[in-house]
């Protein structure tokens, strides 16, 4: 019998995620400070990251994802969306919808220092 690695890839389920970043070494410190997120590099054009969801990483190009745009958009879950909205803002993320209600729960949007858009929701009530 062969022990199963419950962090192995699973067949045709997502895997990872790649994002274009204009300026790799803003973007990967925004989400370390903001997000305690840690990054492989693999030369000056990529930089990865790990154990977030779903792992990823972000490529050299100036292009963005944006809803506008009608890319995709990540979205993560807090437990306290304040506090996460306020530790986005400090890392230098710039909101770009205020915390909002819909139904199921709560959210905010944001860039990301190479522009990307990502967004934060709770389905907790403001603490």
């Given at each position: ?42 030369g ?21 994802t ?30 770009t ?5 819909f139904?199921?729960g ?22």
């Amino acid at each position: 019998m062969t022990d199963v690695n419950p962090l192995a890839s699973e067949h045709e389920k997502l895997n990872y995620v790649e994002f274009a970043a204009s300026d790799l070494k803003a973007t990967s410190d925004f989400f370390s400070k903001a997000f305690a997120w840690e990054f492989t590099w693999y030369g000056d054009d990529y930089v990865s990251f790990a154990n977030q969801g779903l792992d990823g990483g972000f490529y050299k190009a100036n292009l963005r994802t944006r809803e506008a745009d009608g890319g995709a958009i990540l979205i993560f879950y807090s437990s306290d969306l304040e506090s996460s909205m306020q530790k986005v803002e400090a890392a230098g993320g710039k909101i770009t919808k205020a915390i909002f209600s819909f139904p199921g729960g709560r959210r905010f949007h944001f860039h990301e220092p190479s522009g990307n858009e990502f967004a934060v929701w709770s389905d907790l009530e403001a603490q």
